[in-house]
């Protein structure tokens, strides 16, 4: 399922069998359409009508999943969700197989997400199935569905890369192949880098800046609705341009204006007649190749390869069809290009032959075991090993003998399916039969076993199934770190309880101990939350990618109570799609909660980018001040040039709303500011700790300490000297100190009503600080009607009710955290 075109595959165990469109074309695209008359389309006809009516179209969706951003039909009077729009792109491909695979209870389907798609993405990529009605559905990373594509087309030994971009998003892989079985090493990407990028820079770039010279238009015109039309066909008529690039060096982006039927301010006829050639396509999208080129090179050190160990480049999506950009990404990186695989199509016809790798009776949706053991039952202990699955074209049986067999006993193994047979060999233990695979999918044999007289023994069991597959993957590793935040002690550092690390092999399956940092009675009010980050930032952990929060609710068990300090056991799988399930159980109450049933919510981190720009540009100023502050500490450090130019892009997003792709793209800037500051932060410890002690010592001067109490003052006035003394440690015991400092701060503040209420105004006026409306005004209500009754005490549970809600925060600005939970 593409950013801007889908496909479907199937794959029998021998052949992949290709699903073309209705209009006989192998991809379709991304695209839905609703008429006046409510009749739906999907496909290529929907993109085209999507252009000309973009108030009846939606695009771009898949942009979005995990989201809360919403798809607007405004001339269908319909709003629709990024999951029931990819639902219904899902369901149009699932009706071009055959009913009887259609209808057959074994069949299982593979969706490819990219592995730069976090939880919430995945997570509402299976919302999106469900709705479709696909049956069983299992998730896969798409480099590598793109893997098994290229072991699929080429045997051969080796490392490649393999460098994915789609219409969206950029994939890349590091594998490595031994005797058909393949490692992946590493991978990376970026979100929001593809096609549509590229088509969105020549918009700006080229025909908007022609139209503004060639007609009267107001210069406002990029986000006046009146030419909304005008801008989608514009950007209809450039991807037409662009693709035609790939033959030719000069192209035209054109419309005529019988096509186009628009008018100026002055009345003239508008139409679009823009020569385009390689090299100015070339120009502008060069920084956005060598952003594509350095996550290659960031996935290349990861795995700790240079480019003198990989063997090729393999390109996969429909813009690496454009040559130049080819040439460019090869020789930048200095590896051999390959074209091993169909571009457009390579994706879905590896997520096929990934599918067949697939337990699909397992709940989890397990690879199926390499494994295989018959045992051959009666009065013999006897037992025969062999693999189950592999890509060679061999297979080895082995016997094992667990008692005493006669001298002179023997065994063979006899092939179904071509009438091979291994004949006699004797039976001992570890005897070994290699059996040839004579075809891809399943090969059947018979076994055989004789006493010393040479008469066959009746075995209870004799049949042995070997799969001879297209590929192997041996090692999937999660694209992202996942943690649980959580305080190390009572009132200490906020940190994270890792689940999975970046690199680690996947499925990964653990228990990790956490204990209850507050008491939930039965029947009560109030959550234990395990708030679930992705990115490995220490601190603060709240400028990791908040992607969910697991709660245990006081209302999901009937009797009990769950006392702070109880054992909370937390078990959790990361699958290969890097999807996470959890359970935690509770020994005290003898409950246990799942996070597949309604317990994960993932709606607490969804934001709706039509309405981000607020959230954004205060963000964007926060990160600014923090940056300064960083340079005039560390001087010449390129990563804060590049948060710096990240920063600045991302503070262009301005006003009340915003393009949703334009803020998707910032938030995504912002969060890579981050991950550069917490690296620069990490390196310079000691300069930066100083500074930010001296800011916390100084709001406490300024702001708190005339109300403190004298043991707390003290208190502060003793931590602050430890944490002086800490600030040369190379462990975690400065920020911990630096936290309850804070904390101590909140604390004092906290019984201030003047505070409490200041509090509540702000963040009831923030409304962009929550992800849902309807739960922050009925908040924003109860805290009014507190404040009208002099009802401070209600006022603070109101606050702290909005507190934890919330979905964003920073260190420097809350002292507080909604972490309930302590390490176990």
Not at 729 to 743: A, I, T, W
């Amino acid at each position: 399922m593409g950013t801007t075109n889908s496909a479907i595959c199937s794959y029998d165990g021998t052949d992949v069998c290709l699903y073309k469109s209705p209009d006989q074309n192998d991809v379709t695209p991304s695209a839905i359409f609703v008429d006046r008359r409510n009749n739906k389309y999907v496909g290529k006809r929907a993109y085209d009508n999507a252009a000309r009516n973009p108030e009846s179209g939606a695009v771009l969706f898949k942009r979005f999943m995990g989201t809360s951003t919403p798809i607007h039909l405004a001339a269908a009077n319909m709003t629709m969700t990024p999951e029931a729009c990819s639902a219904e792109i899902l369901r149009v491909l699932y009706g071009y197989l055959p009913e009887g695979i259609r209808n057959d209870p074994d069949t299982g389907t593979v969706i490819t997400v990219p592995a730069a798609f976090n939880q919430m993405q995945k997570d509402a990529t299976m919302a999106a199935a469900e709705e479709a009605g696909l049956g069983k559905v299992a998730l896969m990373q798409e480099p590598v569905a793109a893997v098994m594509t290229v072991m699929r087309q080429r045997k051969s030994d080796g490392m490649f890369l393999v460098y994915d971009l789609g219409g969206g998003t950029l994939d890349i892989a590091i594998a490595e192949s031994i005797n058909g079985r393949v490692s992946l090493l590493s991978h990376g990407g970026i979100a929001m880098c593809g096609g549509r990028d590229f088509d969105r820079l020549l918009l700006d770039n080229i025909a908007k800046p022609w139209l503004l010279d060639n007609f009267d238009l107001p210069e406002n015109f990029s986000s006046d609705p009146r030419y909304a039309t005008l801008r989608h066909m514009a950007s209809w008529a450039i991807e037409r341009a662009k693709i035609e690039l790939s033959s030719n060096e000069e192209s035209i982006i054109s419309l005529d204006d019988s096509e186009l039927r628009m008018r100026d301010e002055s009345g003239n006829d508008i139409y679009l007649d823009i020569p385009l050639t390689r090299a100015r396509f070339d120009e502008l999208i060069a920084d956005r190749i060598e952003e594509s080129i350095q996550a290659a090179r960031d996935a290349m050190s990861k795995a700790n390869v240079s480019p003198h160990d990989i063997g090729r480049v393999v390109f996969v999506g429909g813009p690496t069809q454009y040559k130049p950009l080819r040439d460019k990404v090869a020789f930048e990186l200095g590896i051999a290009a390959s074209t091993d695989v169909r571009p457009m199509t390579a994706v879905a016809e590896g997520a096929a032959v990934f599918a067949e790798s697939i337990d699909w009776s397992s709940q989890n949706r397990g690879r199926k075991s390499g494994r295989g053991a018959l045992a051959a039952g009666g009065a013999l202990d006897l037992t025969f090993n062999y693999q189950a699955r592999t890509p060679d074209t061999k297979a080895k049986v082995v016997a094992k003998v667990g008692g005493t067999i006669t001298e002179g006993a023997a065994f063979q193994i006899d092939s179904l399916d071509t009438g091979w047979s291994s004949g006699r060999v004797a039976l001992k233990n570890a005897a070994t039969i290699e059996v040839p695979l004579a075809k891809p999918g399943e090969n059947h044999f018979k076994v055989f076993v004789f006493d010393a007289a040479g008469g066959p023994l009746m075995l209870s069991s004799d049949r042995i199934v070997i799969a001879r597959t297209a590929a192997q993957i041996d090692a999937i590793p999660a694209s992202h770190s996942i943690g649980v935040e959580a305080r190390e002690k009572v009132g200490g550092r906020v940190g994270l309880e890792y689940l999975v690390r970046e690199g680690d092999q996947l499925p990964k399956r653990g228990t990790v101990a956490f204990k209850a940092d507050e008491t939930l009675s039965a029947g009560g009010t109030g959550s234990i939350n395990f708030k679930l980050w992705e990115g490995e930032i220490e601190d603060p952990v709240t400028d990791n990618r908040f992607v969910g929060k697991f709660s245990i609710e006081a209302r999901d068990f009937d009797s009990g109570v769950i006392v702070k300090g109880a054992e909370l056991i937390c078990e959790y799988e990361i699958n290969d799609s890097g999807a996470i399930v959890l359970e935690v159980s509770v020994p005290s109450i003898g409950g246990s909660f799942n996070s597949g049933r309604n317990f994960y919510s993932r709606l607490e981190g969804q934001i709706d980018f039509t309405k981000a720009a607020h959230r954004i540009e205060d963000e964007a100023a926060r990160l600014d001040d923090r940056l300064r502050e960083f340079s005039s500490l560390v001087e010449d450090d390129a990563r804060l040039s590049r948060a710096h130019e990240r920063i600045a892009r991302a503070a262009e997003v301005r006003g009340g709303s915003c393009d949703p792709e334009s803020a998707k793209q910032a938030m995504d800037d912002l969060q890579e500011a981050k991950r550069l500051m917490a690296q620069v932060r990490k390196e310079n410890a000691k300069v930066i700790r100083r500074m930010e002690l001296d800011k916390t010592v100084g709001f406490f001067d300024a702001h708190v300490r005339k109300f403190g109490r004298p043991a707390e003052i003290t208190s502060f006035d003793n931590l602050a000297r430890t944490a002086q003394r800490a600030i040369e440690s190379y462990g975690g015991d400065f920020e911990s100190h630096l936290s309850e400092m804070r904390s101590k701060n909140f604390a004092i503040l906290w019984r201030q009503d003047w505070f409490v209420i200041d509090r509540f105004k702000w963040l009831s006026e923030d409304a962009s600080l929550f992800p849902d409306a309807q739960e922050h005004l009925a908040l924003c209500r109860a805290g009014q009607q507190a404040m009208q009754n002099n009802e401070i005490d209600k006022l603070r549970s109101v606050v702290s009710n909005l507190d934890a809600i919330r979905i964003y925060s920073s260190a420097e600005d809350d002292m507080i955290a909604a972490s309930n939970i302590l390490v176990g």
